[in-house]
């Protein structure tokens, strides 16, 4: 147990020290990298860009129908 | 096009794609050529010991840092994009993209992230040779990463490697390798990483002459100047090379772009390259299309010929040939191949009916038609013209194509004669008494994210009317969602991106302002 706990405790402490001890112009980016992965994975992802077949349909099977439609009768009406 | 997709929707999905793509630009070429200028340093650090070397690579690592930090992520949003906005398209493209689009997240994920944490928080705590061995391991990561996006993106321009099931309307992939050695990605992957070092080369020359303007950090300065000369010739003159390679690719595989960058109505051998020129609407045209034609222009006679063929009697078709075909030169009309597009969407159309109509019989027949490779090779290839109204609907935006191209080609040789000057200067000990070149090296920034930039608008503006060269167009590819929501979208897009290009912008002049001190 101690042979894999003590490689991961150093890792960790890399990182951990690593963060501690980082510059100025480290923890603007770390911030704009928070913020930015949250606007894009929690805003945008959730209520921006949901996948437009996997919203509509259920199974592949419904989402390959709905595309052969648009490939082969273009003059089809969508809501 | 699709008759009742909306314009405005098409309009706004084409240009969000462009501004996120544009952007994520921004961030890219810089990460692929400084990781290697960085890597480099540290090589003569850790081969010399001296402690000066170790100061100037941590600098040049400290703005690499800002840009990658800057820049991740801004490509996931493509990603979002294609599923939202280009749902038909996704759908179609199958595995071909996910496969590797899923290379490239875990190349990513193993090798830049695991390694550039040792590159930042490893100094002093690692050995010297494990630190290097991780940031050329960055650097080869990030190129690897570009790799796969440009694979799949060759993959639009030269669709190779698969074929279509027409059970679930998808492409499937069956040869992984044809995918991976498309000539297009090849040429492409070349060309857009050593436009990549071409860039940083430019970055770190215009910082270190601004540091040598003010009389600051000439020790950094001068050896900068250095690597950034060699390490930029040397690319400038890789992106000549593959930009060649990669036209004659283009006139086989994609040539009415390559009729378009060079404005070429009517084919001829011996043809010039337009080294410089201006363009007008031409009283002539094809269809409801107005052509162009030059108000002047400095032509390098049979030099197009050369870049297509390797041969001033090549015949170069020009935009008429190829959209009102040549018998002579064995070139189908467009409107040819919207009748055999069209007939291969009849077969899907049957082949649909009679599966939903349980008619067992007609749907083998019908099957068995998409495997044969007569149908693959002479019908289902133009399975795009099939969408297309008019044969014109198949020509680009001329001008764009034209511009772009010049300026990007021009920009490369102004590139070059400053590489040569600056190495020459450097190397001659004078480069301090030059203060005029030492401004041009700094205003060659801009200019060279410009040429990187011009370089995509080209790619992706002189390939439409497609999004998969001959199989899909834009039309046919686009979701059926409000064009409304995709505006709200775009407008997101550019204040989140102005904020993180104004970001990187702001944390990276201070720290270059800051030099050496930090």
Request: hydrophobic share 50%; glycine share 6%; charged share 20%.
């Amino acid at each position: 147990m101690r042979r894999i706990l003590k490689p991961l405790a150093s890792l960790s402490g890399f990182y951990i020290d690593g963060f501690r001890n980082m510059s100025s112009w480290g923890r603007k980016v770390w911030i704009i990298i928070v913020i930015k992965l949250f606007l894009i994975f929690l805003i945008l992802r959730i209520f921006f860009f949901q996948d437009f077949l996997k919203k509509r349909f259920g199974n592949d099977e419904e989402r390959s129908k709905y595309v052969l439609d648009q490939l082969t009768n273009p003059t089809v009406t969508h809501d | 096009m699709i008759e009742n997709v909306d314009p405005a929707l098409i309009d706004w999905s084409r240009a969000q794609f462009a501004l996120t793509a544009i952007y994520h630009w921004i961030f890219v070429p810089l990460t692929l050529g400084l990781s290697f200028i960085v890597a480099i340093m540290e090589t003569i650090y850790v081969r010399t010991g001296n402690e000066e070397w170790k100061r100037i690579t941590r600098f040049w690592m400290t703005l690499f840092g800002i840009n990658f930090a800057i820049g991740i992520a801004t490509g996931i949003i493509l990603e979002f994009e294609f599923g939202t906005n280009w749902s038909n398209y996704s759908w179609f493209v199958g595995d071909i993209f996910g496969a590797p689009l899923a290379i490239e997240g875990i190349l990513a994920f193993f090798l830049e992230s695991t390694f550039i944490a040792v590159m930042f928080f490893g100094w002093n705590k690692v050995g010297k040779k494990f630190h290097l061995a991780s940031s050329w391991l960055v650097a080869i990561g990030s190129n690897l990463s570009a790799l796969w996006i440009l694979v799949a993106n060759a993959w639009m321009q030269n669709p190779v490697g698969m074929v279509f099931n027409p059970d679930t309307a998808r492409n499937e992939m069956v040869n992984f390798w044809a995918v991976l050695f498309n000539p297009v990605a090849v040429d492409k992957f070349l060309h857009t990483v050593s436009s990549g070092y071409l860039l940083a080369s430019l970055f770190v020359l215009g910082i270190s002459s601004w540091f040598l303007l003010k009389k600051r950090e000439e020790w950094l300065a001068k050896r900068s100047i250095l690597i950034a000369s060699v390490f930029g010739l040397f690319s400038s003159l890789m992106v000549a090379f593959t930009g060649d390679t990669s036209a004659r690719t283009l006139s086989e595989l994609q040539p009415v772009k390559f009729a378009a960058f060079e404005a070429l109505n009517e084919g001829k051998q011996d043809a010039g390259l337009v080294a410089f020129g201006v363009l007008k609407n031409s009283e002539d045209n094809i269809g409801s299309r107005k052509l162009n034609e030059f108000v002047f222009r400095i032509e390098i006679p049979g030099f197009l010929s050369v870049m297509s063929g390797g041969d001033r009697n090549v015949f170069v078709p020009g935009i008429k040939d190829l959209i009102n075909g040549n018998e002579e030169r064995q070139i189908l009309s467009v409107t040819e191949k919207m009748d055999r597009g069209r007939y291969a969407k009849k077969v899907l159309t049957d082949y649909k009916l009679a599966k939903s109509q349980n008619n067992k019989e007609q749907a083998e027949a019908l099957m068995n038609i998409f495997g044969n490779r007569d149908f693959i090779d002479n019908y289902f290839r133009y399975f795009g013209y099939g969408f297309l109204r008019s044969p014109e609907d198949a020509i680009p935006n001329i001008p764009v194509a034209f511009y772009t191209f010049h300026l990007m080609v021009m920009l490369g040789f102004l590139f070059i004669a400053v590489f040569v000057v600056s190495l020459f200067l450097v190397l001659k000990g004078t480069l301090t008494k030059y203060r005029w070149f030492l401004w041009i090296s700094v205003a060659m920034i801009p200019l060279a994210y410009i040429a990187s930039e011009s370089g995509w608008i080209l790619a992706e503006m002189g390939r439409q009317p497609w999004i998969i060269q001959d199989l899909m167009p834009v039309s046919a590819a686009v979701s059926q969602i409000s064009p409304g929501s995709v505006m709200t979208t775009f407008i997101l897009f550019s204040v989140l991106f102005t904020a993180l290009l104004a970001a990187e912008i702001s944390i990276m002049t201070r720290q270059i302002k800051t030099g050496l001190k930090h």
